[in-house]
């Protein structure tokens, strides 16, 4: 899991106190106020932790493939990576802390050209799972018969067998493969150009 967090602490030093109960009122900026009751010792001192209620929650985003950019209400904040395990197309939750309780507007992009957003509702002090899946062009497949076929690749099993989402998902047998090809970046764009011009992206 990655994660996108501020962190912050602080202290001081109260003297000269009268001995007996007192009622502390705390402030921080940003945060709610805090009330602690203490009991002070006339010969010895106190010491007091106070944690105060986060206004921040989180959002986790998981996104369906890996290698997606993720922003935040237009801040980039990273990009997703390879659930542990090897899961081909789904990513590790991404968790970013230190939101403002209220709407945001989570946004994914891949570099061969997909996007895809989703308005969040977040809450003070949880974190709110969101899951993005978009369908990215990255394999290129060449048939024994002289066909090509371009899709995201969604499966291959150690037979050799391939499952392609073009975007529906088909599955090749070894058999029937030639090929399978990684796009690059600028081949999926000018493919997915084509693709929006009326043409084809299969030969």
Same mark, same amino acid.
């Given at each position: 899991?990655?994660?996108?967090?501020?962190?912050?602490?602080?202290?001081?030093?109260?003297?000269?106190?009268?001995?007996?109960?007192?009622?502390?009122k705390? !402030?921080?900026?940003? !945060?709610?106020?805090?009330?602690?009751?203490?009991?002070?010792?006339?010969?010895?001192?106190?010491?007091?932790?106070?944690?105060?209620?986060?206004?921040?929650?989180?959002?986790?985003?998981?996104?369906?493939?890996?290698?997606?950019?993720?922003?935040?209400?237009g801040?980039?904040?990273?990009?997703?990576?390879?659930?542990?395990?090897?899961?081909?197309?789904?990513?590790?939750?991404?968790?970013?802390?230190?939101?403002?309780?209220?709407?945001?507007?989570?946004?994914?992009?891949?570099?061969?050209?997909?996007?895809?957003?989703?308005?969040?509702?977040?809450?003070?002090?949880?974190?709110?799972?969101?899951?993005l899946?978009?369908w990215?062009?990255?394999?290129? &497949?060449?048939?024994?018969?002289?066909?090509?076929?371009?899709? =995201?690749? =969604?499966?291959?099993?150690? =037979?050799?067998?391939?499952?392609?989402?073009?975007?529906?998902?088909?599955r !090749?047998?070894?058999?029937?493969?030639?090929?399978?090809?990684? &796009?690059?970046?600028?081949?999926?764009?000018?493919?997915?150009?084509?693709?929006?011009?009326?043409?084809?992206?299969?030969?």
């Amino acid at each position: 899991m990655t994660r996108s967090t501020p962190v912050a602490a602080t202290g001081c030093v109260l003297q000269n106190l009268p001995a007996g109960r007192q009622e502390l009122k705390l !402030y921080s900026w940003g !945060y709610p106020s805090a009330k602690k009751a203490i009991v002070v010792d006339d010969i010895r001192g106190q010491e007091l932790h106070v944690t105060f209620p986060s206004p921040f929650g989180g959002i986790a985003v998981t996104t369906i493939p890996p290698g997606c950019e993720i922003e935040i209400d237009g801040l980039v904040k990273g990009k997703s990576v390879t659930a542990e395990g090897g899961n081909l197309i789904q990513a590790a939750p991404f968790v970013v802390d230190g939101l403002r309780e209220g709407n945001h507007v989570v946004k994914v992009s891949h570099p061969n050209g997909s996007s895809a957003q989703q308005a969040v509702v977040v809450t003070a002090g949880k974190t709110v799972a969101v899951a993005l899946r978009l369908w990215v062009m990255d394999t290129r &497949l060449r048939l024994v018969d002289g066909t090509v076929k371009h899709g =995201m690749l =969604m499966s291959r099993n150690e =037979m050799g067998d391939v499952v392609l989402a073009e975007p529906k998902a088909n599955r !090749y047998l070894k058999e029937e493969i030639a090929k399978v090809e990684t &796009l690059t970046a600028e081949e999926a764009q000018a493919l997915l150009k084509a693709r929006a011009e009326g043409g084809s992206a299969d030969e």
